[in-house]
């Protein structure tokens, strides 16, 4: 598999990961089909984070565009994630294989646990490779194996997760932190806003407690690579019916639908529903060819002539 590593495309086994410790920004998007779902929204917010961090970048949007373009191709992945990293002059884009998350992750929901730790961004809107507070977090929570950290901020309010946003329903109104309390407006995030928009949920970007989630009729995560992913345990509380709720499920078909537009493709289990539609079709039509031969057939063992 080949990567882009400062204006060269090179085997994978060569990436340079140690040129990107030190700091930097960094974006990974998600291919559905061939096309990374809402590229030039992860690029625009690529640009943003450097700026926000006084990063020079040599490169234009419309360069790294074509590159992950170009190295996606070359992978000819089904499922892929596509990671872009920008530190001290360097660019690298990667792509790997999406993990196969559990179906019964999507029906029955993850635990998730929240972290004592807080954590204080540089700059909340910066995606930053500063991944050192995720890293204490989860090594806090190891003893629970959650799928998922969650972090307060200084005031107590929850704020994200080591790579996720985080919404909850009460009531039928879709809560999620507002970016202003520390935390990055993912690309995921924005789409279930427009979504929720779209269909005339009910919204609120508020500050709530890890004590709201708790009493919460349904918790979800949000990222590009997991989606919308429903959580049933928070800190060893079950959340509602301990199952995936019903704004989440119609949230999640709705993003389906979002990237099925986008980019034309067809999800799995629409993917298996057309494709036994088909195999139908086509039993039918050999049936009923069947069908025809013996029926005309058996007109020429008539004894008279038939017009």
Not at 107 to 131: D, R, Y
Not at 211 to 226: G, M, P, Q, R
Not at 281 to 292: D, K, L, S
Request: hydrophobic share 40%; charged share 20%; net charge positive.
């Amino acid at each position: 598999m080949t990567i882009y590593l400062n204006g060269k495309y090179i085997p994978k086994e060569q990436a340079r990961y140690d040129l990107f410790f030190d700091g930097g920004v960094f974006e990974t998007m998600r291919a559905y089909g061939g096309k990374i779902f809402k590229l030039s929204e992860h690029i625009k917010r690529l640009f943003m984070s450097a700026k926000f961090l006084g990063m020079n970048v040599s490169y234009v949007s419309e360069e790294i565009e074509e590159i992950c373009c170009n190295v996606l191709e070359n992978a000819r992945l089904e499922r892929a994630s596509v990671r872009i990293s920008i530190a001290n002059g360097n660019l690298m884009v990667i792509v790997s294989s999406l993990p196969v998350y559990p179906q019964e992750y999507y029906e029955k929901g993850v635990l998730i646990t929240t972290t004592s730790l807080v954590k204080q961004p540089p700059m909340p809107q910066a995606k930053s490779s500063n991944f050192l507070p995720g890293v204490i977090a989860r090594a806090e929570a190891n003893r629970n194996n959650p799928f998922e950290v969650v972090f307060l901020n200084h005031q107590g309010f929850v704020t994200e997760g080591t790579v996720s946003n985080i919404f909850m329903v009460k009531n039928g109104l879709l809560i999620t932190p507002p970016p202003y309390l520390g935390l990055l407006n993912g690309i995921t995030r924005q789409c279930v806003l427009e979504i929720a928009m779209q269909t005339g949920m009910r919204t609120r970007q508020v500050p709530f407690t890890r004590y709201d989630l708790f009493t919460a009729d349904e918790v979800f995560l949000t990222n590009s690579t997991i989606e919308i992913l429903p959580v049933s345990v928070v800190d060893g509380r079950m959340v509602g019916d301990g199952m995936a709720g019903k704004i989440s499920r119609g949230l999640r078909e709705g993003y389906w639908q979002m990237v099925e537009g986008y980019g034309q493709y067809t999800p799995p289990d629409k993917k298996k529903f057309y494709l036994y539609s088909r195999q139908c079709a086509i039993y039918f039509i050999i049936i009923w060819t069947v069908i025809c031969q013996s029926y005309f057939s058996s007109f020429s063992n008539l004894p008279f002539p038939v017009s």
